[in-house]
């Protein structure tokens, strides 16, 4: 009897194993485009501000993202970026506009920076100064901060 629990209980562990590696085999992999909104998510404020951020970016389409702050604040931002960009060019854009936040010392940024430091324009510091950013992709329109003149 012993023996045939252990060789049930073998057959049952291998069984679910089995299923196990099948259930995994069929999930989806993630898309580039959700891996790249996942790892940015928290410092975007939210997963639906990096996926705005991350398909902005790569079709080249307008971008709107909201953030909320602990005062309960809310900021708004948007931007077209002037083209379309692979998905490498997206997180390398997406990297070094954190870190320039980071540099400034904004670990959590709110949606206005966040545009500034991707497209160019002013960023307020905690000290109260005003620092200009170059920003890490062109958008389409005129400079951030300047008015288009009309002649």
Do not use: C
Not at 30 to 48: C, L
């Amino acid at each position: 009897m012993t023996i045939r629990r252990s060789t049930l209980a073998a057959s049952l562990a291998a069984s679910l194993a089995f299923a196990a590696n099948a259930m995994a085999a069929s999930a989806p992999a993630p898309t580039e485009a959700t891996r790249i909104a996942n790892q940015y998510s928290q410092w975007a404020g939210g997963h639906s501000n990096a996926e705005a951020l991350v398909a902005g970016l790569r079709n080249g389409a307008p971008v709107t993202i909201v953030t909320n702050s602990a005062d309960r604040s809310v900021s708004i931002a948007g931007f077209t970026p002037a083209s379309s960009m692979g998905y490498g060019s997206v997180a390398s854009a997406l990297a070094e506009a954190q870190h320039s936040l980071e540099r400034l010392g904004i670990r959590k940024p709110n949606a206005e920076q966040i545009q500034a430091a991707l497209i160019g324009g002013e960023i307020s510091t905690a000290n109260g100064g005003v620092t200009v950013v170059k920003g890490s992709v062109v958008a389409r329109g005129p400079a951030p901060g300047k008015v288009a003149s009309a002649r």
